[in-house]
């Protein structure tokens, strides 16, 4: 079992393992819990009830949040001639065609979100055993695979976040950082968890939200009532 700080520690005697907090209760005690020395990223977890062996229950997609997410993301895309060129006016970090390929798949992983045009996608498809397993490849559903580079370079880089299932049911998300305000916090996670709510996939049967939490990088996992 890995080893707890001291600040854990006394961060989870605060939190009652048992109880699911209002939303608004969960981030005044997550905002009370003693400060590291960098600002924290928060994030909410939540546990769907789908089969996640199911490929027509599985939720994925993007969303921008009310108030961005404390961080600019790191951007490719893949494309090539003028697309390419649209791509590095609009802020990409990186834009190339096979030789951008030819580096992912060698391994390289130093960005948050790839692009790719349609036109693309005949060379990227092989990337899916690498950025498949990282969350990274470029899909319709996220808005990652497009025609409309600027628009999607430059939402990215404004802080719009990807989402997908786990193995276990499970979807993370950033939603901010510990110095975000009180409503700040809980406008993004209630946007989220929203969103999450109206991604219901038609075949999900049951209850859909199972559970829920909200944490910072270096906190306990705050249950919430949803």
């Known amino acids: 079992m890995a080893k707890r700080s001291k600040r854990y520690l006394e961060s989870r005697k605060t939190v009652d393992v048992v109880k699911k907090y209002e939303l608004k209760e969960a981030v005044k005690l997550l905002k009370s819990f003693k400060c590291t020395k960098f600002d924290e990223s928060v994030e909410v977890a ?28 790191k951007v490719i895309v893949f494309a090539s001639g003028e697309k390419a060129d649209i791509a590095r006016k609009a802020g990409a970090d990186e834009v190339g065609a096979e030789e951008l390929v030819k580096k992912v798949e060698g391994g390289w992983a130093d960005f948050d979100v790839a692009i790719a045009a349609s036109d693309m996608m005949r060379l990227v498809g092989k990337l899916g055993r690498v950025l498949g397993p990282q969350g990274k490849m470029p899909s319709p559903k996220s808005g990652t695979v497009t025609d409309d580079i600027e628009k999607a370079v430059k939402e990215f880089k404004a802080g719009k976040i990807e989402y997908r299932t786990d193995a276990g049911g499970n979807v993370h998300a950033l939603v901010g950082k ?34 829920a939490s909200v944490s910072s990088t270096m906190s306990p996992g705050i249950m919430l009532q949803i």
């Open 46 to 73: 939540i546990k769907l009830g789908i089969d996640p062996k199911q490929s027509d229950q599985l939720v994925r997609g993007s969303i921008s949040l009310p108030k961005g997410i404390g961080k600019s993301l």
């Open 178 to 211: 510990v110095s975000f305000s009180e409503t700040d916090l809980e406008d993004n996670i209630n946007t989220f968890v929203r969103h999450i709510i109206n991604s219901r996939p038609a075949s999900a049967k049951g209850i859909f939200l199972e559970k």
